[in-house]
């Protein structure tokens, strides 16, 4: 029998754990109280906690294994002991030391906090338990990420201090080494075309001017693998059907700053295509089907123009509700006369239906506002067109950063889909300062307030002022798109402005207005609008020492005080896929004022057409052409305050706001103010790409414009001659504060007496 004080070594570390019941041997006793040694950090409560045994169980063999076991898997002690003192069972532990600090020397590539914060999601964190297998783990987790940057020398010093109280500080010291470049790019078997040519196709490619800034100097596995098959691509849709990548190699100098890549292909002959034809269940009449088929026999082989082919039979049969229909083309090489002739295989699949519409991602906007712009209804047959062109009339509402639209298949049947409809709200108040920057006048500032979404209804209100020395002006203005349930809307405006031009390049005078109408809009087709309405105008004209003579005999023949109701009418259509970000689609406007009765009786009109034209995925060319034209009515001249101007943001570039057209000296005046006029013509050509390097972000955008634009007096020839002309360099920026436009530019033809404005810009905040 045992002695009370006698000690007895139970079981000491793990191994001797796993080896208890043969190492071990003593007879089970009932544990009278369990006393816990060694902890610093932990609480005694934890220990119990894990401990599988309890005052009054009977410890044996197997029980003291279990618990060694059990202290170990907790991972804070590195070694574990039990005692036994009289029945009373010691645990004696030895803690882990836990981390005090984790720092980086040398870094400069990353962020330290970043790097802080991914090593806290493997669980090396300072306040931690040290655990050496983490700190090797994110030893070559740096090391892996500065490969990927391209610092293949970077070296990796780990150093672990110990400190009292058990604890330890951890410090990487990296050398980071110069960041490796593409010294030379080779592409072994080219026969067909230019090495230039080819390699002009890829990302990656040696240092240039511009790779400071886009890293395509550097290698990365990704952007090589996709410039792979971008020149898969190219060989492709050239007839080369049998080119095969054989190989690629890439190596690395002794210095480890230049990187060399060699690509093994294999070009094969180019084929052409020899016939086409249908099989399958086509549904559709073939000869229907045959019109979508962009291969043609006689022609080199093309892999855009088969996926297209695909693209386009998948499509159609969708719009009848086939939304999981396949298409398959397959090939039929002959190599000896170097033709392939495809036979596209029509699998239609089950005809399904939409079972139901869900709108994820609106916390402001109301459902009602989406769903009402869907062209795909619940409980009908899945249209594929339909489907999109509701996409698109959500992103034009103009309140999402983003929409995306998905139809996945309902679990347990074969012939239903949900529609769900995902968008990304972005700020729909808009406060909006504009500003023009010129030698003679500085800075003008204008301004408004709208809110296109009240609160979230889809109704517009907007708010405008103006307080320059040119401007004082005070308009409100309400619009609800959705009047009526089939999209009738309806607005009203109010306004009251004060307008002094003296300081302007245009002629003196002032004007003092009010007035307010309401206004409707009648959809007649998809893309179609009717816009009608009925305002009225109270106008009073003040002249200066400086008003035109011209502009003076008008008030003296008609005074200077004008009133009476105005009607409007014109028609829209509007096609483009974005109005945030438009990269296809056209805007065509017709617009008419006319003055119906009081003191005067003027037209005017107005015609524009813009178009986007995409080039590739990323690249957008925007034309634009305005027309104006108007005049007196009833043997009574035009108003000279209804008159056109251009020059400036929204026009001609370069040229200041208003310079344009006809100068008063030149017509006989004393001043040289321009008079403005009857006719105005504008048109710009602007080729839009996003900011190099900005990957899928659509908050930049950069252009290259060329304007062309000016006014014609009353009574003047129409010349084509007269028009000034500019280029340069815009970018709109979608930034956190709001959007923001500047444009650099340069007149081409400036005249005499022209008056220029090289920087303009705009500039906002949302809300």
Same mark, same amino acid.
């Given at each position: 029998m045992q002695k009370l004080r006698m000690k007895h070594n139970v079981l000491a570390g793990l191994l001797s754990a796993l080896l208890a019941s043969s190492a071990v041997a003593f007879d089970p006793f009932v544990v009278r109280d369990i006393r816990v040694e060694g902890i610093q950090r932990t609480e005694a409560g934890t220990v119990f906690n894990y401990l599988?045994?309890?005052?009054?169980?009977?410890?044996?063999?197997?029980?003291?294994?279990?618990?060694?076991?059990?202290?170990?898997?907790?991972?804070?002690?590195?070694?574990?002991?039990?005692?036994?003192?009289?029945?009373?069972?010691?645990?004696?532990?030895?803690?882990?030391?836990?981390?005090?600090?984790l720092e980086f020397s040398g870094v400069k590539a990353f962020d330290k906090e970043q790097l802080r914060k991914g090593l806290r999601e493997v669980g090396l964190a300072e306040s931690r338990i040290f655990d050496r297998s983490l700190v090797e783990r994110a030893e070559q987790e740096l090391k892996r990420q500065y490969l990927s940057r391209g610092h293949y020398a970077a070296q990796i010093t780990t150093t672990v201090t110990p400190l009292e109280r058990n604890r330890v500080g951890i410090n990487f010291a990296v050398d980071e080494g110069e960041v490796a470049t593409i010294k030379q790019i080779n592409i072994v078997g080219v026969k067909a075309f230019k090495e230039k040519d080819l390699l002009n196709l890829f990302?990656?490619?040696?240092?240039?001017?511009?790779?400071?800034?886009?890293?395509?100097?550097?290698? =990365?596995?990704? @952007? !090589?693998? &996709?410039?792979?098959?971008?020149?898969?691509?190219?060989? +492709?849709?050239?007839?080369? $059907?049998?080119?095969?990548?054989?190989?690629?190699?890439?190596?690395?100098?002794?210095?480890?700053?230049?990187?060399?890549?060699?690509?093994?292909?294999?070009?094969?002959?180019?084929?052409?295509? =020899?016939?086409? @034809? !249908?099989? &399958?269940?086509?549904?559709?009449?073939?000869?229907?089907? +045959?019109?979508?088929?962009? $291969?043609?026999?006689?022609?080199?082989?093309?892999?855009?123009?088969?996926?297209?082919t695909i693209k386009a039979i998948s499509e159609r049969l969708s719009n009848d509700g086939y939304a999981f229909a396949n298409v398959n083309a397959a090939p039929e090489m002959d190599k000896e006369k170097k033709q392939v002739a495809f036979t596209l295989f029509v699998d239609p699949g089950r005809r399904v239906y939409v079972r139901r519409i869900q709108v994820a991602g609106n916390t402001r906007t109301r459902d009602e506002v989406i769903r009402r712009e869907m062209r795909q209804m619940e409980s009908a047959w899945y249209d594929g067109e339909k489907i999109n062109k509701s996409r698109t009339r959500v992103d034009r509402l103009g309140y999402f950063d983003e929409v995306t639209v998905e139809t996945p298949a309902v679990p347990g049947t074969t012939d239903q889909v949900d529609l769900n409809v995902a968008v990304k709200e972005k700020p729909t108040?808009?406060?909006?300062?504009?500003?023009?920057?010129?030698?003679?006048?500085?800075?003008?500032?204008?301004?408004?307030?709208?809110?296109?979404?009240?609160?979230?209804?889809?109704?517009?209100?907007?708010?405008?002022?103006?307080?320059?020395?040119?401007?004082?002006?005070?308009?409100?203005?309400?619009?609800?798109?959705?009047?009526?349930?089939?999209?009738?809307?309806?607005g009203f405006d109010a306004y009251m402005r004060d307008t002094n031009t003296a300081s302007l390049t245009v002629a003196s005078y002032g004007t003092k207005s009010f007035g307010g109408?309401?206004?409707?809009?009648?959809?007649?087709?998809?893309?179609?609008?009717?816009?009608?309405?009925?305002?009225?105008?109270?106008?009073?004209?003040?002249?200066?020492?400086?008003?035109?003579?011209?502009?003076?005999?008008?008030?003296?023949?008609?005074?200077?005080?004008?009133?009476?109701?105005?009607?409007?009418?014109?028609?829209?259509?509007?096609?483009?896929?974005?109005?945030?970000?438009?990269?296809?689609?056209?805007?065509?406007?017709?617009?008419?004022?006319?003055?119906?009765?009081?003191?005067?009786?003027?037209?005017?009109?107005?015609?524009?057409?813009?178009?986007y034209i995409p080039i590739g995925r990323e690249y957008t060319l925007m034309l634009n052409g305005e027309l104006g034209t108007a005049d007196g009515m009833g043997g009574r001249p035009l108003p000279f305050y209804k008159y056109y101007y251009s020059g400036g943001v929204g026009s001609v570039r370069g040229f200041q706001a208003g310079s344009l057209g006809p100068v008063d000296r030149e017509e006989g005046g004393t001043t040289d103010d321009r008079l403005g006029g009857d006719r105005r013509l504008v048109m710009n050509a602007e080729f839009l790409f996003p900011m190099p390097g900005s990957g899928q972000d659509k908050s930049l955008r950069l252009g290259a414009f060329v304007d062309a634009g000016q006014v014609y007096g009353v009574g003047k020839k129409f010349d084509i001659g007269d028009l000034r002309y500019s280029t340069g360099l815009s970018l709109a920026w979608t930034s956190p504060l709001g959007p923001l436009k500047f444009s650099l530019a340069q007149p081409l033809n400036k005249k005499d007496g022209d008056k220029t404005q090289r920087l303009q810009f705009q500039m906002g905040t949302l809300f």
């Open positions: 599988p045994v309890k005052v009054g169980d009977t410890l044996t063999d197997d029980k003291a294994a279990q618990a060694i076991k059990a202290l170990f898997g907790t991972g804070f002690f590195k070694d574990v002991r039990l005692e036994v003192e009289g029945g009373v069972l010691v645990v004696l532990v030895e803690e882990r030391p836990a981390i005090s600090s990302a990656l490619r040696t240092p240039g001017w511009l790779t400071w800034y886009t890293k395509n100097d550097q290698y =990365s596995k990704q @952007k !090589l693998s &996709g410039d792979l098959e971008t020149l898969r691509s190219y060989y +492709l849709d050239r007839g080369y $059907i049998e080119f095969n990548v054989e190989s690629t190699q890439v190596s690395i100098s002794t210095s480890k700053e230049d990187i060399y890549i060699t690509i093994n292909i294999s070009e094969g002959e180019p084929y052409s295509v =020899s016939s086409v @034809k !249908l099989a &399958g269940e086509t549904l559709l009449p073939e000869a229907e089907l +045959l019109k979508l088929v962009t $291969i043609q026999p006689g022609k080199l082989f093309s892999r855009e123009q088969v996926t297209a108040g808009n406060l909006m300062l504009g500003a023009g920057l010129s030698s003679s006048e500085g800075l003008v500032f204008s301004g408004s307030v709208q809110q296109q979404n009240l609160f979230g209804s889809g109704k517009h209100v907007g708010v405008g002022f103006n307080t320059s020395k040119i401007n004082t002006l005070y308009s409100f203005s309400y619009t609800d798109p959705y009047h009526t349930v089939d999209g009738v809307s309806r109408g309401v206004r409707y809009g009648i959809p007649i087709g998809e893309e179609d609008t009717i816009n009608f309405g009925l305002a009225f105008d109270s106008t009073q004209i003040k002249q200066t020492d400086y008003t035109p003579q011209r502009f003076q005999k008008f008030l003296e023949d008609y005074g200077n005080k004008f009133s009476g109701p105005i009607a409007t009418l014109g028609w829209a259509k509007d096609t483009l896929d974005s109005r945030i970000y438009p990269m296809k689609g056209h805007v065509a406007r017709i617009g008419g004022e006319l003055a119906l009765g009081g003191t005067l009786r003027y037209y005017r009109t107005n015609f524009q057409y813009q178009r």
